[in-house]
């Protein structure tokens, strides 16, 4: 009689992954795979076990090829890649996307723990950025890499590097700015106060000291602060444009050369506390919009996830070399989950490529001997060797990416509220402050050019230049909780304005992640413990997937078992023979068809038939179908239309539909619909869809993991989150609204003010009430409502 052994369902004690198998234990602990199991070893025999009790699973399985970070043995990448070098001493930054927890931070920062070469590393959690102090005599870079990886945080080293990048940014040292304008802000009021209650005869020398102790304090808020304001409205007026700079830069020249020339003569305190607090918070409103995710790159390209380096082979072995010196004829091995870097011609090997990089399908495809693999896909399964047959600069994949969408400025494609509203407001402003100047002026110069002044001063648009910024800031934060990370602040009106919505299909309403099998044959019970035993020992994906298919079945006794990378696999359950793989392990001279992926199955030399693999629709796409009764749907995919009945519930209007299309198609169509009265948003995820996205009004990138490759686009959703893509769409809406509010309870602030302004009158504590009455009263608003709003829409 067969033993019958029935597998519990466990996690990984390193990662958290469910354990298909029992093959891997050590210390009465399991483990989903061989690299979990090996990183648990290495954090064991280095007395770092405690990694563990920071949180629970927080490692990722990895697998290392041996050659796989050779090409930093070259002394020319080595230049490119650190940031400091001398004999005793390499500084070098690395982006580590597995960063997620607590147990990275306290792993990371003991690595000279594992290698006392390694003197010094910290971690920039928000960049997910790992900086290392090393000496280059005790260990190499790649040996660090090597390091890295092997404990289960492999570097992510690129073509075009996301850290050089980030570290390259330009710095406007805003936080210092904000530093000194709070502490200038803080002292001006402490010395303001004994005006604001009143001086006696006896302490009036106090009053004129105090006044020139606040000039003084002024002079870093106006000429460091504040003096980004005065270089872009200078800027805008070279350019014949009126933006909201302008009459804040001249609030701030009033206010301070009134309170300058009052303190000179003094006619009185002038208004440096007004001039102070309202840099002050003009910034810290620049501060909260400026909403960034540190480990998302928006502006990837598919140099992003290109290798540095490639192996290529010669007759003397092989040898890594630089991918800009890639040459057509040179023949390349590429090993397990490696990315083609150009267009090359399948030589030896059997390839199961993973193109969700180009298409967003991550379903593998097999490939034959002799045809042409397209660069960006990745081999899933064994080495293989390849001949190029185009430079990296002419390959399908660049020529993807070098459309003329991509060259276009992509910032103002729709104006934001304040730029619409700000030139209005800048005139009307103008034409107050210089009626009240003409005014006064034929009575009373003096008089004239102190309601000129005053009008200046209490209609500077503070509470305007801040409605946005808050209202945005509180808006990102509830975007960010839910899973839709926007690029900026701008994206949520660009949001709000779109009439007409474009998905893509494979990889955007179809789950990548969550794939259908289907068998094509009929497997009795004890056929199908045969297939379960035999696949549960395997960790390539297909295998998992089958066994996920099959369910938590009776598992049997393997006595004999035998995985061919690429191949398939070859077991003996009790005195049965069990064959699962592709058709040519099957069978000679078998020809799969093109561009299908079938698994196999025989047993006992009896052959029961095949499985395939097909993706099934997002969670939530019922849901966003609803969308129809406000906006305009197109669905646009490369893939032919089998599937065109399945969709017609999600996609009802006439001709909404399109198939067959290649990715200068779907461009081409998003440019037919887009109008001044359509804006249009294009959602997809493949770079075959980069050329739409960019050319849209609004472009979202949808992906499982937004630490993978992400097309240049203005927002990345989680796949989590499609559902809620119609909640987004009404809170974009929402917020707008608040926008409104505010400004209108700006607005009459400002008539308030005005109404002693006109006069020539405005005392410098009725400006010093008035402008954080303003401010507070309009930050408390913004981001009451738009929570309020967040809570009606479910996403609070």
């Not at 003096?227 to 302008?246: G, H, Q």
Request: proline residues 3%.
């Amino acid at each position: 009689m067969t033993e019958r052994i029935i597998t519990e369902k466990t996690t990984c004690y390193h990662c958290g992954d469910e354990c298909l198998t029992t093959r891997y234990l050590l210390e009465d602990k399991t483990f989903c795979c061989q690299g979990c199991k090996s990183v648990y070893r290495i954090l064991s025999e280095n007395n770092l076990c405690s990694y563990y009790t920071f949180n629970d699973h927080p490692g990722a399985t990895l697998l290392r090829t041996d050659k796989r970070f050779e090409y930093l043995d070259d002394a020319g990448i080595i230049k490119e890649l650190v940031d400091y070098e001398d004999d005793s001493l390499t500084i070098v930054t690395l982006y580590i996307p597995h960063i997620h927890c607590s147990s990275c931070i306290w792993l990371l920062e003991k690595l000279n723990k594992f290698n006392p070469g390694i003197l010094y590393s910290r971690i920039d959690f928000l960049k997910k950025q790992v900086n290392v102090k090393y000496d280059p005599r005790q260990i190499s870079l790649r040996q660090l890499a090597e390091l890295l990886f092997d404990i289960g945080y492999e570097p992510l080293i690129s073509l075009q590097d996301v850290i050089k990048k980030q570290n390259n940014q330009t710095r406007d040292n805003l936080v210092q700015r904000i530093a000194v304008a709070g502490f200038c802000f803080g002292n001006v009021m402490l010395l303001s106060f004994p005006e604001y209650l009143g001086l006696s005869e006896f302490e009036q020398s106090f009053k004129h000291f105090f006044g020139w102790l606040n000039v003084l304090f002024s002079l870093p808020v106006v000429f460091y602060s504040g003096w980004e304001y005065f270089v872009s409205a200078w800027n805008n007026i070279r350019n014949k444009i009126l933006n909201i700079d302008f009459p804040l830069a001249l609030g701030i020249a009033v206010l301070f050369l009134r309170t300058l020339l009052e303190v000179a003569y003094h006619t009185g305190a002038g208004f440096a506390d007004t001039l102070c607090g309202l840099v002050f918070f003009l910034l810290v409103g620049k501060f909260v919009q400026r909403k960034t995710y540190h480990h998302i790159s928006f502006e990837r390209d598919y140099r992003s996830f290109f290798p540095v380096a490639v192996q290529v082979l010669t007759g003397a072995g092989e040898k890594p070399v630089p991918l800009a010196d890639l040459k057509v004829g040179q023949r390349i091995l590429l090993r397990h989950n490696e990315i083609i870097p150009a267009d090359a011609i399948l030589l030896k090997g059997e390839a199961l490529i993973d193109f969700s990089f180009v298409t967003g399908e991550s379903v593998p495809v097999s490939k034959t001997l002799g045809e042409i693999i397209y660069a960006g896909g990745r081999q899933t399964s064994e080495a293989i060797e390849l001949e190029v047959v185009k430079p990296v600069s002419q390959s399908y994949l660049t020529q993807l990416w070098n459309n003329e969408a991509f060259t276009r400025n992509q910032d103002n494609r729709m104006q934001t509220f304040n730029e619409r509203v700000s030139k209005y407001f800048t005139i009307v402003l103008l034409l107050i402050a210089f009626g009240a100047l003409l005014y006064w002026a034929s009575a009373d110069i003096n008089r004239g050019i102190a309601a000129f002044t005053a009008v200046l001063i209490v209609a500077c648009p503070c509470a305007l230049a801040l409605s946005t910024p808050f209202t945005m800031s509180a808006a990102l934060s509830i975007f960010d909780r839910n899973l839709f990370y926007l690029k900026n602040t701008a994206v949520v009106e660009q949001l709000a304005r779109i009439k007409s919505v474009v998905f893509d299909k494979t990889g955007t309403i179809t789950n990548a992640a969550d794939n259908r099998v289907l068998l094509n044959g009929k497997l009795n019970t004890v056929e199908t413990q045969l297939t379960y035993s035999a696949c549960v020992n395997s960790n390539h994906p297909l295998s998992r997937m089958i066994c996920e298919y099959l369910g938590n079945v009776a598992k049997l006794d393997v006595s004999s078992y035998q995985e061919i990378p690429g191949k398939g696999i070859s077991a003996i359950i009790g005195n049965q023979n069990v064959l699962i793989g592709s058709g040519s392990f099957m069978f000679n001279d078998y020809e799969e068809a093109a561009g299908a992926t079938r698994v196999h199955l025989m047993i006992d030399g009896q052959y029961l038939g095949y499985f395939t693999f097909k993706q099934h629709y997002r969670n939530g796409l019922s849901k966003v179908a609803q969308l129809n009764d406000e906006y305009k749907l197109f669905l646009i995919s490369g893939d032919n239309d089998h599937e065109r009945a399945d969709l017609l519930p999600y996609f009802k209007q006439q001709g909404c539909m399109s198939f067959n299309q290649s990715p200068q198609d779907k461009l081409r169509l998003i440019q037919h619909l887009q109008s001044p009265a359509n804006k249009v948003m294009m959602i997809g995820d493949g770079l075959n869809d980069a050329g739409a996205l960019k050319q849209s009004d609004l472009g979202i990138a949808v992906t499982d993991n937004v630490n993978n490759f992400s097309p240049g686009c203005d927002a990345i959703l989680d796949g989590k989150s499609f559902g809620k893509l119609p909640d987004f769409l009404k809170f974009s809406k929402n917020t707008v609204t608040i926008i409104h509010i505010s400004f209108l309870i700006s607005l009459t602030y400002n008539l308030i003010g005005l109404s002693y302004a006109v006069t020539g009158k405005l005392s410098p504590l009725t400006a010093a009430i008035l402008m954080p009455l303003s401010t507070a009263t309009i930050i408390s608003f913004t981001t009451i409502a738009t929570h309020i709003a967040a809570k009606r829409r479910h996403l609070a």
